[in-house]
């Protein structure tokens, strides 16, 4: 299981004040946040949200005990832990706070003994890409979903040690 852990972080930037250092926790989601996983997570059912909560699959992260971002993950191939989502609040970007709860991810899959992370984007998502790169992922494969996306969607990988 998941365990919380809080954080001081001291955001380097200037503005908005809502990244100044304040207290930033990782855990589990629960019940209790659904109504606001739901409202931003909109890629999904709120039934898939549920399920989501109940299997745990789900962190969130707060900063003063105020919901500011989440990961849902799963298993690709109900084996290799694949991060579908990460979302932070716009006005905690670029603060650190992405990169707070993934590390907190990765570090509770190194610690359940996986040695594969995976994720993926559409390739016309400039942003999310180098973000994934940047964090250690490398692309593993595409894939062409025509009537679905007009962007190919690229899977990305990271071995862990």
């Known amino acids: 299981m998941v365990q919380s852990r809080a954080f001081r972080h001291p955001c380097p930037f200037p503005e ?8 930033r926790r990782v855990s589990v989601a629960s019940v209790d946040q659904f109504e606001w996983l739901a409202l931003h997570d909109r890629s999904v059912s709120q039934d898939w949200v549920r399920r989501c909560i109940m299997l745990q699959e789900y962190l969130v992260l707060e900063d003063d005990r105020q919901e500011i971002g989440f990961i849902r993950w799963s298993r ?9 989502m990460i979302l932070i609040e716009p006005s905690f970007r670029n603060c650190g706070a992405g990169k707070l709860l993934y590390q907190h991810w990765e570090d509770e899959m190194v610690r359940l003994g996986v040695n594969l992370l995976m994720t993926s984007c559409e390739r016309d998502e400039p942003a999310p890409l180098r973000w994934h790169r940047k964090n250690g992922f490398e692309i593993v494969g595409e894939v062409e979903f025509p009537g679905l996306q007009e962007s190919k969607e690229v899977f990305l990988a990271k071995r862990l040690v």
């Open 16 to 23: 908005p004040v809502r990244c100044s250092s304040m207290t």
């Open 76 to 84: 690709f191939w109900g084996e290799i832990p694949y991060m579908d």
